[in-house]
């Protein structure tokens, strides 16, 4: 099964467990009652989680083709 990352499944669960992450989140500061803070609060843990996806997927890849490489030697 193709996805927008290829054939690796670990993105998805990333993105799974960083959407849980970010509904927790959102509970804990409803609760409180600054709902501009819980706002921005939400916007840079998605900011964040989307950034650090992009870093997970760029490193294993990273790590596939140096493997690779050694291996060629």
Known sequence: METIFGNHFTPFYY?????YNILIYNN???K???SKHALFALVSKVSKNIRSLKGVYRGSEGLRQSRTLRGSF
């Open 28 to 30: 804990i500061e409803r």
């Open 15 to 19: 993105t799974l467990f960083s959407l």
């Open 32 to 34: 409180n009652k600054d």
